[in-house]
């Protein structure tokens, strides 16, 4: 489902690109749940950052779902929807301004999807929440009704490929093993890979089939 080979990835500083992640290679099997950890600012969400299409500044090769990606290519077609995200904050995909419905309804209605608000009330239903909360403003809710909600954003897409990029490490502890075992359930149930940033080895080691870890921007062990 997703080949990098010698991947290099850039930021932008200032005029100048500052290369953070080196020449990284790597597999992931359909249906597999694979692991990034590292401590912070090793690379690793610079990489999933590029798998998810949102950094074009990167060299070397990329597949994902089957579909070669080049370097500055926007994700299109279906792609776009084979590959979501979830991110540690969800607030980076839900408006603060918005009621829940809204903000989840904008991109099914770019789709031309049909039923709706039937499919978001489906999503609330399969991630163990209410209904009646896709009615309500995220500050509403918990911090991990949010993230429910923002995992509910990811899938109304059906992807293929989920990117996790430290999807608990903000939330209290009692709250983070209630997100695993639903991302675990989830993952079953929808046939979905997975890969999973985490400075916790103990959540890779909860959560996926195989992981690497990462250091200054390289893979290490």
């Given at each position: 489902?997703?080949?990098?080979?010698?991947?290099?990835?850039?930021?932008?500083?200032?005029?100048?690109?500052?290369?953070?992640?080196?020449?990284?290679?790597?597999?992931?099997?359909?249906?597999?749940?694979?692991?990034?950890?590292?401590?912070?600012?090793?690379?690793?969400?610079?990489?999933?950052?590029?798998?998810?299409?949102l950094?074009?500044?990167?060299?070397g090769?990329?597949?994902?779902?089957?579909?070669?990606?080049?370097?500055?290519?926007?994700f299109?077609?279906?792609?776009?929807?084979?590959?979501?995200?979830?991110?540690?904050?969800?607030?980076?995909?839900?408006?603060?301004r918005?009621?829940?419905?809204?903000?989840?309804?904008?991109?099914?209605?770019?789709?031309?999807?049909?039923?709706?608000?039937?499919?978001?009330?489906?999503?609330?239903?399969?991630?163990?929440?209410?209904?009646?909360?896709?009615?309500?403003?995220?500050?509403?809710?918990?911090?991990?009704?949010?993230?429910?909600?923002?995992?509910?954003?990811?899938?109304?897409?059906?992807?293929?490929?989920?990117?996790?990029?430290?999807?608990?490490?903000?939330?209290?502890?009692?709250?983070?093993?209630?997100?695993?075992?639903?991302?675990?359930?989830?993952?079953?149930?929808?046939?979905?890979?997975?890969?999973?940033?985490?400075?916790?080895p103990?959540?890779?080691?909860?959560?996926?089939?195989?992981?690497?870890?990462?250091?200054?921007?390289?893979?290490?062990?």
């Amino acid at each position: 489902m997703i080949e990098l080979t010698d991947m290099s990835v850039s930021h932008r500083q200032g005029y100048d690109f500052r290369t953070v992640v080196h020449e990284v290679s790597l597999n992931v099997k359909a249906g597999e749940c694979f692991g990034l950890v590292g401590p912070s600012g090793c690379g690793k969400s610079s990489l999933l950052w590029v798998m998810a299409g949102l950094n074009p500044h990167w060299q070397g090769g990329m597949k994902l779902v089957g579909e070669t990606v080049k370097p500055g290519q926007r994700f299109t077609g279906q792609l776009r929807q084979d590959v979501q995200m979830v991110f540690q904050d969800p607030y980076a995909s839900l408006h603060p301004r918005h009621r829940l419905r809204r903000t989840l309804s904008e991109p099914l209605k770019l789709l031309k999807k049909t039923n709706v608000n039937d499919r978001i009330d489906r999503g609330f239903h399969h991630v163990g929440l209410d209904p009646a909360l896709a009615d309500r403003y995220p500050h509403q809710l918990s911090g991990g009704q949010r993230q429910r909600v923002a995992i509910v954003r990811a899938l109304l897409l059906e992807p293929r490929v989920l990117l996790l990029d430290e999807p608990t490490s903000a939330l209290d502890m009692s709250v983070q093993a209630e997100i695993l075992n639903l991302l675990n359930r989830l993952k079953q149930q929808d046939n979905l890979t997975m890969v999973l940033v985490s400075h916790d080895p103990d959540v890779i080691d909860h959560m996926c089939d195989s992981a690497v870890r990462m250091d200054q921007g390289r893979i290490v062990g």
